[in-house]
T-cell receptor, first 116, second 112 residues
């Protein structure tokens, strides 16, 4: 149980375009999901906390107008990278918290974004 | 001080040996602790959680927590080449909301 599905697994887009990444909890309801970014050989950096039915909470330094997060249902959160630039190329990973997070997170499979 | 600190490695051990991975944390994060394994190009997967002082064993894995020393470790017995990965130590903030802070990870290589 506790499966989080994320797609696409990889995407290549042109600079200036927008990309939407979906994260779904398949067998449980996730009131809270988290979005991370990971550059090569670096650790996970929390970008934002996505709360169902309310605005996302962004970490310091993350542009909320560039990284749009929508969590319209208990099983789906989306991250849209708007006006993507090559420096946005990274590995984006979502996660959902089981039992509110007390027992750790389940991660999606990640999305490798390459902006050319 | 970073909230969760790990030695980046790489840590290299021969097959069959015990791999010892260490992590220290600050006062801000002190509720629950987790170890995740991340293979190259993949997302992390939870392998152990520990909430109270002492040892917790699960198969070949043992997590150890010492809150007085603000120290958490992961031991992997009978290391296998398939254990080669980056191991992320994670801790939840004491302020609640289950916000989890990750360490930079330790790369482990198990040589056949």
């Amino acid at each position: 149980g506790a499966v989080v599905s994320q797609h696409p697994s990889w995407v290549i887009c042109k600079s200036g375009t927008s990309v939407k990444i979906e994260c779904r909890s398949l067998d449980f309801q996730a009131t809270t999901m988290f979005w991370y970014r990971q550059f090569p050989k670096q650790s996970l950096m929390l970008m934002a906390t996505s709360n169902e039915g309310s605005k996302a909470t962004y970490e310091q330094g993350v542009e909320k107008d560039k990284f749009l997060i929508n969590h319209a249902s208990l099983t789906l959160s989306t991250l849209t990278v708007t006006s993507a630039h090559p420096e946005d190329s990274s590995f984006y990973i979502c996660s959902a918290a089981l039992s509110g997070g007390a027992f750790g997170y389940t991660f999606g499979s990640g999305t490798r974004l390459t902006v050319v | 001080q970073k909230e969760v600190e790990q030695n980046s490695g790489p840590l290299s051990v021969p097959e069959g040996a015990i791999a010892s991975l260490n992590c220290t944390y600050s006062d801000r994060v002190s509720q629950s602790f987790f170890w995740y394994r991340q293979y190259s190009g993949k997302s992390p997967e939870l392998i152990m959680s520990i909430y109270s002082n002492g040892d917790k064993e699960d198969g070949r894995f043992t997590a150890q927590l010492n809150k007085a020393s603000q120290y958490v470790s992961l031991l992997i017995r009978d290391s296998q080449p398939s254990d080669s990965a980056t191991y992320l130590c994670a801790a939840q903030e004491e302020t609640g909301g289950f916000k989890t802070i990750f360490g930079a990870g330790t790369r482990l290589f198990v040589k056949a």
